[in-house]
């Protein structure tokens, strides 16, 4: 049964993917993408492919963690006895109230220990998601692997998260499904389904380029790293379609990666962002 839900999870990863690249304006054809989530759907035992099929209608999100005994969703409280046999993980298990498959986090997605900060003041635009000290102007990384190290460490030192190791195997495990990277240089590597907290990014640089895997071939130069809550997943591709918008433009790309200190690179990233990501 556990297969089964990791190819649901897998599923709705790819269809994810399909959506951010729809966000992220990209010209590089939907092919491949669909003919992987055909391939894993065809795997899938009949009922519960029209299952998902039916639920992918009503909601973006048709496989969502349990949290605090709730579906993490619809947030309505689900019977003990769905919460144990979700963890068993035995049979595949629906929340009673909207329907959805369930998955108990810790044995599917380990979620860091320490909750996203919380109780921070009210800001604007770009600021409700990153701060100064998650701006990393210059990567020490040569690789996609690295990269994701760095930005979790980033991420991890700033106090968003007690343990960055696991945002680097999880955001390694979504690259490998299919790269994040897009066109004009842009890579977005991320984990979703963290418990609690919203949205937060970290911005790396790397003037001299990466190979991200991008589908155009070419080297990577700017790196979002995204921890995205369950709560926060529709919010993550507007930002992505925001960003992507912003970094069109050759001459906003350079301006950034001109930039030498985070203080510099934070001021850059507001002022770019002020009309797209209101
Ligand atoms: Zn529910």
């Known amino acids: 049964m556990n297969n089964i839900l990791n190819q649901l999870i897998q599923l709705q990863e790819l269809t994810f993917a399909k959506e951010e690249q729809k966000a992220s304006n990209s010209k590089m054809p939907l092919a491949q993408l669909e ?26 999100l048709a496989v969502v963690p349990l949290a605090n005994g709730s579906c993490s969703r619809c947030g309505l409280a689900v019977p003990q006895q769905v919460v144990n046999a979700t963890k068993a993980a035995e049979q595949l298990q629906y929340c009673p109230h909207c329907g959805r ?10 979620q860091p220990k320490k909750k996203l900060e919380k ?9 409700r998601f990153s701060a100064p000290t998650l701006m990393v102007p210059k990567l020490a990384a040569t690789t996609r692997e690295e990269v994701i190290a760095e930005l979790a460490k980033a991420i991890g030192a ?6 960055p190791s696991i945002l680097n195997e999880l955001a390694l495990r979504r690259e490998v ?6 066109e004009h240089g842009l890579a977005f590597p991320h984990v979703r389904d963290v ?4 949205l937060t990014f ?10 991200f895997g991008a589908p155009d071939g070419h080297l990577s130069k700017i790196f979002f790293f995204v921890v995205i809550a369950t709560a926060a997943t529709a919010f993550f591709l507007r930002l992505l379609a925001g ?10 790309r350079k301006e950034l990666l001109d930039c030498d200190t985070p203080e510099q690179m934070w001021k850059t990233l507001v002022k770019l962002t002020r009309e797209t990501i209101p």
């Open 202 to 211: 970290a911005v790396g640089l790397k003037e001299k380029g990466i190979d």
């Open 101 to 110: 498959f369930l998955f108990f986090p810790d044995t599917i997605a380990r």
């Open 177 to 182: 499904i299919v790269s994040t990277a897009v």
């Open 158 to 163: 700033a106090g968003f998260v007690e343990d």
């Open 243 to 252: 960003l992507v918008r912003t970094f069109d433009s050759t001459d906003a």
């Open 35 to 60: 003919k992987s989530i055909e391939k894993i759907r065809a795997q899938l035992p009949p009922e519960v492919a029209d299952r998902y099929d039916r639920l992918q209608k009503h909601y973006p």
């Open 195 to 198: 418990e609690g907290g919203g």
């Open 119 to 127: 109780n921070r003041p009210v800001e604007v635009g770009i600021a």
